[in-house]
């Protein structure tokens, strides 16, 4: 009796369901993680930005082509095979966001010795915190529009370059003289980093999610730029309203009086700080560790050279 064509179906599923699990090698296990990792870093990036939707088109045409294979469309499927030598150029140039945010969120996660930051002393004063909150309450209650960007590990010499450099101390003085309206100074971003004041009138890229609120003006999309390329967060004074903002990682926190921006400002600072300190330390542990084993290897040189001058002496 002939086994029915279903049952037959089935016996070969799960005979080759059975193959593959005895093939399955812990390599595969990781590879498989891997994979998981890599598509939920992009799905997670790419969350509330024009690459969803640009990421949906090309998921069509994707479908559109193999659906051409299967009616036999010859003429669409071979606009789509000439058109996918070019996807991928095409991918680069309207993806350049969201791949420019995922090297630099990679960067940020993976720090190599050589690209630790040079820091000053102190750059976490308590001063320090209290010259910046005094100048954004000050110009929130005169409705003075304000930018200030606060450098850390990701560099941003491009931006400071495209300003006024200043390299001036944190004060309060000089950040209400930048914003005064009457200055040529006010029209723009000050980068404040390693306990300076970089550069006033920097200009900085503008987000593209289109989830952000309409209401939101040049100003805070700019601030909420530069975090979603870099590391940085921002401080926004609105000069319709003269409400405080804090921006970081794409995200903005709105409404703020100054203990709350100064509790953002020093939390922020001071997590950058552990982190730093705990790779100088861990560096200073490989230094260490190294010196060691070059001396153990140095003794156990040294030690092989007087045994065989020994066994030389001894066999004369």
Known sequence: MRPRPRARKMYEFWSQLGSIWQAFELRNLIDIIIVAILIYEVLRLVRGTRAVQMAAGLLIVGVLYQASSWFGLTTVQWVLRNAIVYFGFAVIILFQQEIRAALTHLGNNIRL???????????????????????????ASDKTGALMVFERDVGLKTYIESGIRLDSRVNYDLLITIFNTHTPLHDGAVIIGNNKVAAACCFLPLTQNPLISR??????????????????????????????????????KRNLDGPSLRGLI???????????????????????????????ATSKGGKATINKKAQQEGGT
Not at 272 to 286: C, F, I, P, Q, Y
């Open 266 to 296: 020093q939390q922020e600072m001071e997590t950058w700080r552990s982190k730093a300190e705990n790779a100088e330390l861990e560096e200073e542990e490989r230094r260490r560790e190294r010196d060691i084993d070059e001396l153990v």
């Open 113 to 139: 010795p050589f690209m630790q930051k040079k820091r000053s002393s102190n750059p976490f004063g308590q001063e320090w915190y209290d010259e910046v909150v005094l100048a954004a309450t000050t110009l």
């Open 215 to 252: 209401d939101l003006g040049t100003r805070h999309r700019a601030a909420i730029g530069i975090t979603e390329d870099t590391d940085a967060f921002s401080v926004i004074v609105s000069e319709e309203t003269g409400v405080i903002s804090f921006a970081k990682d794409g995200k903005l």
